[in-house]
């Protein structure tokens, strides 16, 4: 059994806030190495966590000596080259989402960490939320019988202020956008919690805010996308026959934050809510019925939006699985589940394209 897990972070802002707090909550893991494209965020937040190792250069914190696991957390371009240099030094992973700019990167990713002895993961934390553990058990119980139908809906207001300034997020160019960094979440959850794959989406993507100040104070074009909706058909599996989907997701949209999941099902319908609060509506009923479940515990500091409450027990896991060498987790997304997202982003960017069903294979 390893004794420590040293984790190297790659940028410093969604690790910063969330995964450093949750790792270094884990029993023998460190914080080793931090890198950010600038060398002040990445000494304060070094100082911060009490790593011993700073560097404005990724490649210094996926070689470094004390490093096991590589968290790589920036936009989506460097994705590819990040986990490539990182398999070449046998380091384990864990992958922002979207995994890569297209799925012919994500592939290549997969095959260069396949049948290494090292976890290659995917950052999809709400799988661990306990509630929506509960309700993948649920669904698997038949308490809904087979689903006909989901629908997914998840607004946040606050890009919805012009005055947000332009950064990544608003570049198509570096894979910014709704459809990469929300989207993704809410496929790979219905790829889960069903067992199955899409086989064809249609998709419309839309800028609200066309332009935003950017750092220089000029005012910039916005290439990316902050609604991107999506009607679903899913392959026939052991949970769906026939079934279809409708995910509708906003970053501009008020009054307030919302992530819901509702399965329809040949028994009911079962409602998932943002921070794993489950409801059960029986075939017949005319009202919700609530469940209870645990709803884990929110990292200090942040927005209650169920992402802080999914991370900490998946780092608790993670660090489990490296100390013990081993390099499955139980309901962790792999890198072959990113290429499965990947392959539905794609055809959904192809589909608002060209303004038609896409299949996908």
């Keep these: 059994m390893k004794d420590k897990v040293g984790i190297g972070v790659i940028g410093t802002g969604f690790a910063r806030r ?18 950010s494209g600038s060398l002040e965020n990445a000494q304060a937040t070094a100082a911060e966590c009490g790593a011993g190792h700073f560097t404005a250069d ?24 990040m986990t490539l240099f990182a398999v070449e030094y046998g380091k384990h992973i864990l992958c922002e989402k979207p995994m890569a700019m297209n799925v012919a990167e994500a592939e290549e990713m997969t095959a260069a960490a396949a049948d290494k002895p090292i976890l290659a ?12 553990q509960l309700a993948y058990k649920m669904l698997r119980d038949g308490a809904i019988g087979k689903i006909r139908h989901v629908r997914s809906t998840f607004q946040a207001p606050h890009r919805g202020d012009p005055n947000v300034p332009w950064n990544w997020w608003s570049d198509a160019a570096v894979g910014g956008g709704a459809l990469g960094a929300i989207n993704s979440h809410i496929i790979d959850s219905l790829n889960w919690f069903l067992g199955t794959d899409f086989s064809s989406v249609s998709c419309q993507l839309q800028s609200q805010i066309k332009e935003r100040r950017d750092a220089s104070g000029e005012m910039r074009a916005v290439t990316s996308d902050d609604e991107a909706n999506m009607l679903l058909r899913f392959a ?5 026959s026939d079934a279809t989907g409708l995910v509708a997701v906003s970053m501009t949209q008020g009054p307030k934050f919302q992530n819901t999941m509702e399965f329809f099902g ?7 809510e943002h921070l794993g609060e489950l409801f ?5 009923e ?50 072959n589940d990113g290429v ?22």
């Design 18 to 35: 969330v995964q450093i707090p949750a790792f270094l909550k884990c029993d023998r893991a460190f914080i080793a190495s931090v890198a």
């Design 58 to 81: 990724w490649r210094e914190t996926i070689a470094h000596a004390d490093v096991d696991l590589v968290c790589i957390t920036t936009p989506p371009n460097l994705h590819r080259e």
């Design 266 to 272: 040949e028994l009911g319908t079962l409602r998932v």
């Design 121 to 132: 993961l995917i950052d999809h934390e709400l799988r661990f939320q306990p509630g929506r």
């Design 286 to 335: 005319s009202d919700w019925t609530a469940i209870e479940t645990d709803l884990g515990t929110l990292l200090p500091g942040l927005p209650d939006t169920g992402f802080a409450r999914g991370f900490p027990p998946f780092a608790i896991a993670v660090i489990n699985a490296i100390r013990n060498d081993r390099t499955e987790i139980e309901h962790a997304a792999t890198f």
């Design 236 to 240: 026939d599996g052991e949970l769906t």
């Design 280 to 284: 059960i509506a029986k075939r017949g």
């Design 340 to 361: 499965k997202v990947q392959r539905t982003l794609d055809a959904a960017r192809l589909s608002d394209r060209e303004d038609r069903c896409v299949s996908i294979h």
